[in-house]
């Protein structure tokens, strides 16, 4: 099992960056992707997330409006648009994804608590 993040790096403040996360390996299937973020020194944060049943879509309230989540089935790939990038959105960004059915809310839900599998994390860091 494999989540492979990309796309991060060292952004001006007000910009647009797309993530990316490359899921493989799964012998079995899974019903959540999502995205988290970390400050070190810090608790790990919900940005958002899909549920791939129902397409449900779930994002934390500060970065609605300016965050887009969105999956490719075919591609195996989730995305996160960012846009309008503001220094405190500076973190590692990880991918996870969850075994479980569910909303986008409950993969979501305790910050990634119910996820399973994750990624190593990529680091974008918007200077202002």
């Known amino acids: 099992v494999q989540l492979v993040e990309s796309g991060g790096g060292l952004v001006q403040a007000g910009v647009s960056v797309t993530l990316s996360c490359v899921v493989s390996?799964?012998?079995?299937?899974?019903?959540?992707v999502g995205w988290f973020r970390q400050v070190p020194g810090k608790e790990r944060e919900a940005v958002s997330c899909v549920g791939i049943s129902d397409t449900s879509t779930y994002y934390t309230d500060s970065v609605k409006g300016r965050f887009t989540i969105s999956w490719d089935t075919a591609k195996n790939t989730l995305y996160l648009q960012m846009s309008s990038l503001k220094p405190d959105d500076t973190a590692v960004y990880y991918c996870?994804?969850?075994?479980?059915?569910?909303?986008?809310?409950?993969?979501?839900?305790?910050?990634?608590?119910?996820?399973?599998?994750w990624g190593k994390g990529i680091l974008v860091t918007v200077s202002s």
């Open positions: 390996g799964f012998t079995m299937p899974y019903y959540g």
């Open positions: 996870a994804t969850d075994l479980q059915l569910g909303t986008a809310h409950y993969h979501c839900a305790r910050n990634g608590a119910e996820m399973d599998y």
